[in-house]
T-cell receptor
């Protein structure tokens, strides 16, 4: 069966510090991968998605970046965090490779607080 | 479309009553829609989906209705229980040119009165 792991679960970082959130999927190949952000009491904002290694699509301008160094690994990074980067970050996957649309499977999330 | 900057609206329902949660989507060409349930501090969980060639789909205690004319989705929960308390999101899959994207609509917080 497929599983998705996301870490760290909780992170407190000072303004201006770097960020690295990691997500890995097991039990599948060539998944579509996604990073969403959710501010407190708000909806889900799509940040990045990837259909393959090294292929990253960005949805919103920001000081975050994403990378996909391996087929089932998706990393969210920042060189210098802003206060506004605080939020709940969710990684998700669904079958890729031209599969028909299907549900997204989410990780448990990473809560980032920037002080 | 995305309403990520808005505070979530709240729906309060008496335990045992039916709940109806509504959602407006943005792209008339979207071909696939999903409802998710998100409990506090957790990632969203799949509830039910529907493709654009259908108007209605039923699951266990849940029904999704799709009105493509007005770009509207609804989620009906029968005999609402305390465990149904959560935030509910609809999501759409834009047309084939952006087949990998899933865009979430504004969520609704469902609270259950005993």
């Amino acid at each position: 069966s497929q599983t998705i792991h996301q870490w760290p679960a909780t992170l407190v970082q000072p303004v201006g510090s770097p960020l690295s959130l990691e997500c890995t999927v097991e039990g599948t190949s060539n998944p579509n991968l996604y990073w969403y952000r959710q501010a407190a009491g708000r909806g889900l904002q799509l940040l990045f998605y990837s259909v393959g290694i090294g292929q990253i699509s960005s949805e919103v301008p920001q000081n975050l970046s994403a990378s996909r160094p391996q087929d089932r690994q998706f990393i969210l990074s920042s060189k210098k965090l802003l206060l506004s980067d605080s939020g709940f970050y969710l990684c998700a996957w669904r079958p890729g490779g031209g599969s028909p649309p299907g549900e997204l499977f989410f990780g448990e999330g990473s809560r980032l607080t920037v002080l | 479309g995305e309403s990520v900057g808005l505070h979530l609206p709240t729906l309060s329902v008496q335990e045992g009553d039916n709940s109806i949660i509504n959602c407006a989507y943005s792209n008339s060409a979207s071909d696939y829609f999903i409802w998710y349930k998100q409990e506090s501090g957790k990632g969203p969980q799949f509830i039910i989906d529907i493709r654009s060639n259908m108007d209605k789909r039923q699951g266990q205690r849940v029904t999704v209705l799709l009105n493509k004319t007005v770009k509207h989705l609804s989620l009906q929960i029968a005999a609402t229980q305390p465990g149904d308390s959560a935030v509910y999101f609809c999501a759409e899959n834009p047309p084939l040119s952006s087949a990998s994207k899933i865009i979430f609509g504004s969520g609704t917080r469902l609270s259950i009165r005993p």
